[in-house]
């Protein structure tokens, strides 16, 4: 948990990246972009997203890149997890319209640097989200994206929150606890069979 977490506005070098100075962005992350991974749904929801906010690809070909709609801002790769870690840490929601997954790490990054997942009901993207930190909408359901990061925008309590998806992340995802966890378990056993 300390490679992904929370990283300050001010030490983004948003223009490395070609995003609008105090632009807000939703972001999404993926190694190959292709249509399971759900590159068309963000052509989709850019379709319907506020123009006041952008969409950030993290992992796109030339060729995706290149053929990007307007309003679509694409990166090949950062060069580090602090970057990656940065463009977490500075979108609205990340988003993850994926068709096929089992349980995405790129869900457990972006709560682990407090910004909330939006993902569809698919395998198990949901599994390591709650209402507290993010929002599950059906396969395919654009409308419902926006409407997602839309109610993520407008919610003036603690769901959501840096602090609230910090905190989950710490106390399910991180490997320190669970590896203590884990010892403790082998131990019981090995006790046991005495």
């Not at 972009?33 to 590159?39: E, I, M, R, V």
Request: aromatic share 10%.
């Amino acid at each position: 948990m300390t490679a992904f977490c929370p990283k300050e506005p001010s030490s983004f070098n948003i223009d490395k990246y070609a995003i609008p100075a105090n632009k807000k962005y939703v972001l999404g992350v993926a190694g190959t972009w292709t249509k399971d991974k759900g590159l068309y749904d963000f052509y989709q929801l850019r379709k319907i997203l506020s123009k006041d906010i952008g969409i950030v690809l993290v992992g796109v070909s030339d060729k995706i890149s290149d053929n990007l709609p307007a309003g679509i801002i694409g990166i090949k790769r950062t060069e580090s997890i602090h970057e990656l870690s940065l463009l977490y840490s500075n979108a609205i929601a990340f988003i993850n319209p994926t068709w096929a997954d089992t349980y995405p790490t790129t869900n457990l990054e972006s709560i682990a640097c407090g910004t909330p997942v939006i993902t569809y009901r698919t395998g198990g993207s949901p599994e390591s989200v709650n209402q507290s930190i993010g929002l599950v909408v059906e396969q395919g359901d654009i409308e419902g994206l926006n409407n997602a990061i839309m109610e993520i925008i407008n919610c003036t309590n603690t769901r959501f929150k840096q602090s609230t998806c910090r905190d989950y992340a710490l106390k399910n995802f991180d490997k320190e606890t669970h590896f203590k966890e884990y010892f403790e378990i082998y131990n019981n056993l090995i006790s046991s069979k005495r």
